[in-house]
């Protein structure tokens, strides 16, 4: 956190709240100075006298920062719990319990 120029004690007093806030703006600066690394990678592998053909066509091809998001469920088993949710909505109403 020195970083932010924080002090441990300060960080035991923020909030949640604030806490969150600023790892997340933590994180975004982590990922800004490590696109500027990519961009001097990428720019000292091109302009050395490397095979074209083995190099990357893209800045995010050399270097991935996002990771694709997969879907870890597949449809049917989406398809199995709406199905099991219906029934237990069904049996939770059907019982007299409310709420």
Same mark, same amino acid.
């Given at each position: 956190? =020195? &970083?932010?120029?924080?002090? $441990? ?7 949640? !709240?604030?806490?969150? *806030?600023? @790892? ?5 600066? %982590? #990922? ?5 690394? &990519?961009?001097? +990678? $990428? +720019?000292?592998? /091109? ?12 800045? %995010? ?8 998001? !997969?879907? #870890?469920? =597949?449809?049917? +088993?989406?398809? !199995? *719990?709406?199905? *099991?949710? *219906? ?5 939770? =109403?059907? @019982?007299? /319990?409310?709420?």
């Amino acid at each position: 956190m =020195n &970083r932010f120029g924080l002090s $441990y004690d300060y960080v035991l007093c923020m909030s949640w !709240r604030e806490y969150v *806030l600023r @790892s997340r703006d933590y994180e975004k600066s %982590e #990922k800004e100075d490590w696109i500027k690394v &990519r961009e001097m +990678a $990428y +720019a000292s592998m /091109i302009g050395s006298h490397l095979d074209p053909k083995k190099i990357p066509k893209t800045k %995010e091809q050399f270097m991935p920062f996002d990771k694709p998001k !997969r879907n #870890k469920a =597949n449809a049917s +088993a989406l398809e !199995r *719990l709406r199905q *099991l949710q *219906l029934e237990y909505q069904k049996q939770k =109403n059907g @019982s007299g /319990i409310k709420g």
